[in-house]
């Protein structure tokens, strides 16, 4: 059984180069905007890609 703690580190989060993320942010008041930000709302993965930054911004 292969258990290694230091992948879930450097696990990378697709969220930081989603082009849907960075059109929404490029232009706040768009539709894809408010497509984006109901999407946060529930996606587990912007979840997981949150909790991430805190870990990150706490151990600094």
Do not use: I, V
Request: glycine share 6%; hydrophobic share 30%.
């Amino acid at each position: 059984m292969n258990s290694d703690h230091t992948a879930s580190s450097k696990k990378s989060y697709s969220c930081e180069t989603c082009s849907m993320r960075k059109k929404a942010e490029g232009n706040p008041k768009s539709f894809m905007a408010r497509l984006w930000r109901w999407h946060t709302g529930w996606c587990p993965g912007w979840k997981a890609y949150q909790a991430h930054l805190a870990d990150q911004a706490g151990s600094e």
